[in-house]
């Protein structure tokens, strides 16, 4: 049984470019959420998606946008890359009531 | 106030003493409570659960719960060097949002 796959797993980009990740959930779990971790900080939250929509939002600019598709996999877009913008971008999916998300490996995104 | 506060250590500890990590929140109509255990480089990994007051205890691991305080620490027992990690704090949001937040993390190291 696969477990949450992202994709890439490494990225390098340069400032004002455009990227998209990649998440495919667990099999059994309809909700994704993406979450940003900076180097020794906590997993912050973008959003979260849900029956194709999206449910929740942290505080993160319109820049950030995503998509959910029918089989229940997911993108994260970012435009117009900032420096700040590195970091490793988590995908956790579960159940719409969550009992603990399971985590992909991350996308390590470098922004030059 | 941050809506998961944690101490990020780090915590030392020697093999077979117990590690007694803590955590507060801020939204008091929480009631899911998650342990996730992350490695230097990985993802987050989830170890325990909890949603009501009181203890729940899972082999060496045990989390305790008390809504009033606004409170949740976890208990290892035994401590090994494997256990050396960094532990994430994190609450599901109150009002039906389907939100997880993290805290920043205790970096655990187990000295043997």
């Known amino acids: 049984d696969a477990g949450v796959t992202q994709s890439p797993t490494h990225l390098i980009k340069t400032r004002g470019q455009q990227v998209t990740l990649r998440c495919s959930p667990k099999?059994?779990?309809?909700?994704v959420s993406w979450y940003q971790q900076a180097l020794g900080q906590g997993p912050q939250f973008i959003f979260q998606y849900y029956e194709e929509e999206e449910r929740q939002r942290g505080n993160f600019p319109d820049r950030f946008s995503g998509h959910q598709f029918p089989n229940y996999s997911s993108e994260l877009n970012v435009n117009a890359l900032l420096l700040g913008d590195s970091a490793l971008y988590l995908c956790a999916s579960g159940p719409w009531q969550p009992y603990g998300y399971t985590f992909g490996s991350g996308t390590r995104l470098t922004v030059v | 106030q941050k809506e998961v506060e944690q101490n990020s250590g780090p915590l030392s500890v020697p093999e077979g003493a117990i590690a007694s990590l803590n955590c507060t929140y801020s939204d008091r109509g929480s009631q899911s409570f998650f342990w996730y255990r992350q490695y230097s480089g990985k993802s987050p990994e989830l170890i325990m659960s909890?949603?009501?007051?009181g203890d729940k205890e899972d082999g060496r691991f045990t989390a305790q719960l008390n809504k009033a305080s606004q409170y949740v620490s976890l208990l290892i027992r035994d401590s090994q060097p494997s256990d050396s990690a960094t532990y994430l704090c994190a609450v599901l949001a109150s009002g039906g949002y389907q939100k997880v937040t993290f805290g920043i993390g205790t970096k655990l190291q187990v000295i043997p």
């Open positions: 099999s059994g779990h309809d909700t």
């Open positions: 909890i949603y009501s007051n």
